[in-house]
Nanobody, 115 residues
Framework: QVQLVESGGGLVQPGGSLRLSCAAS????????MAWYRQAPGKQRDLVAS???????NYADSVKGRFTVSRDAAKNTMYLQMNNLKPEDTAVYYC?????????WGQGTQVTVSS
């Protein structure tokens, strides 16, 4: 059973930074793709950033230049470094992974950007 556990969310002022973590129950390189999604209240869940196992990361236009995806294979963890946060970044952030066409989701972590 694959488990993805996010952490690192919280309240931050505009212009601030947060780093989200997604800890997987197995090797992150066993997945075909890993990604971060977010869902604001009353809105659909949108893709923030994705990365196939041996490829480059791709980012939504709204976060390019501000967010960075990285991985630590030894810790089976994917990160989302978020800089210069804006109020419109407020959402629940979800970790996503897929293997052999089977999708897995974390429980989500709340990010609130407010002064």
């Amino acid at each position: 059973q694959v488990q993805l556990v996010e952490s690192g969310g919280g309240l931050v002022q505009p212009g601030g930074s947060l780093r989200l973590s997604c800890a997987a129950s197995g090797s992150i390189f066993s997945f075909d793709v890993m990604a971060w999604y977010r869902q604001a209240p009353g809105k659909q869940r949108d893709l923030v950033a994705s990365r196939i196992t041996l490829g480059r990361a791709n980012y939504a236009d709204s976060v390019k230049g501000r967010f960075t995806v990285s991985r630590d294979a030894a810790k089976n963890t994917m990160y989302l470094q978020m800089n210069n946060l804006k109020p419109e970044d407020t959402a629940v952030y979800y970790c996503y992974a897929a293997r052999d066409s089977v999708a897995y989701w974390g429980q989500g972590t709340q990010v609130t950007v407010s002064s």
